[in-house]
C-alpha cells in the first residue's frame, strides 16, 4: 500500500471553492510582490506609466471617462496577472501580457467591467439619496460619501478575483464575481490587514512627492497576485 504513494503528491485541482488564510498571510503576499518586482523592475515601471497614462486619460474624458476606465479594468487586471504568472513561473515576461485581456476572451472581460460600472454608479445613486439636497452641508456630504463607500464595497470585493477566475480558470464571469465575493467575504480579516499595510505604504509614498507609487503599484498588483494563488487552491 505505501509503495504505490508517489511524492511529492499532486496539488489539489481548481474547482472554483476558495480557502481561509490566515491574516499574517497578507505580509507573505507583499513579501511576494516585491519579489516579482524585483524580477523585472524595468519593465514594471514602464508598465505602470502606461497604465498610469492610460487612467489619466480616461478621467480626462468627458462624463463618460470613468465608466470607460471601469469597463477595461478588468482587462488591464488580467494582463498585470499574466505578467506575474510568466515571472513566477520563471518564464519570459514582456509588456504584450498586459495586452491580452484586450485580445482573448474581452467579451467576458468586458461584461465583468461593465457590472462593475453599473453597481458602482448605483451605489454612488444611492449614496447621494441618502442625504438627498449635496448643499445639505459637509457633513451631510461626508455621510453621502461613507454611504456610497460601503455600498461600493461588495462590488469591488466581487471584482477583486473575477477577471482571474474567468481568464485564467474557465468560470463564467457571473460565476466568477460569485466566487471572488465568497473568497474575499471568507478572508476579510486578512484582505483588512491588507489594506491597512497599503494605506500605511501609500502615506509613506507621499513623501516622495508621488514617486513611490511607481513602486507601490507593481509591489501591489504583484501581491494582489499572490492573494489569488492564496485564496483558490490549484490556481
Not at 44 to 53: D, E, F, P, R, S
Not at 90 to 95: D, F, V
Not at 118 to 139: Q, T
Request: glycine share 8%.
Amino acid at each position: 500500500m505505501q509503495g504505490s504513494l508517489g511524492f511529492p503528491l499532486a496539488p489539489k485541482p481548481f474547482d472554483g471553492n476558495s480557502r481561509r488564510v490566515e491574516a499574517g498571510a497578507a505580509f507573505n503576499w507583499l513579501r511576494q510582490g516585491w519579489a516579482l518586482f524585483l524580477a523585472r523592475p524595468l519593465l514594471w515601471l514602464a508598465a505602470t506609466i502606461a497604465v498610469l497614462l492610460f487612467a489619466i486619460a480616461c478621467l480626462l474624458l468627458p462624463q463618460p471617462g470613468w465608466a470607460l476606465f471601469f469597463l477595461l479594468l478588468p482587462a488591464l487586471m488580467v494582463g498585470t496577472l499574466l505578467f506575474c504568472r510568466e515571472l513566477a513561473e520563471g518564464r519570459k515576461a514582456g509588456l504584450a501580457d498586459y495586452l491580452a485581456g484586450f485580445r482573448i476572451r474581452a467579451g467576458g472581460l468586458a461584461l465583468i467591467g461593465l457590472l462593475l460600472a453599473l453597481f458602482l454608479l448605483a451605489a454612488w445613486w444611492c449614496g447621494r439619496a441618502l442625504v438627498g439636497d449635496a448643499a445639505a452641508g459637509l457633513s451631510a456630504r461626508l455621510f453621502s460619501a461613507l454611504a456610497t463607500l460601503l455600498l461600493a464595497l461588495p462590488v469591488w470585493l466581487a471584482a477583486a478575483f473575477a477577471p482571474a477566475l474567468y481568464f485564467l480558470n474557465d468560470m463564467p464571469p457571473l460565476e466568477a464575481m460569485k466566487a471572488s465575493f465568497n473568497a474575499c467575504a471568507q478572508n476579510w480579516l486578512a484582505l483588512l490587514v491588507f489594506s491597512v499595510l497599503f494605506l500605511l505604504l501609500a502615506l509613506v509614498t507621499t513623501f516622495s512627492a508621488g514617486l513611490g507609487f511607481f513602486l507601490l503599484i507593481p509591489v501591489m498588483s504583484g501581491a494582489h497576485y499572490a492573494a489569488y494563488r492564496d485564496f483558490f487552491p490549484g490556481t
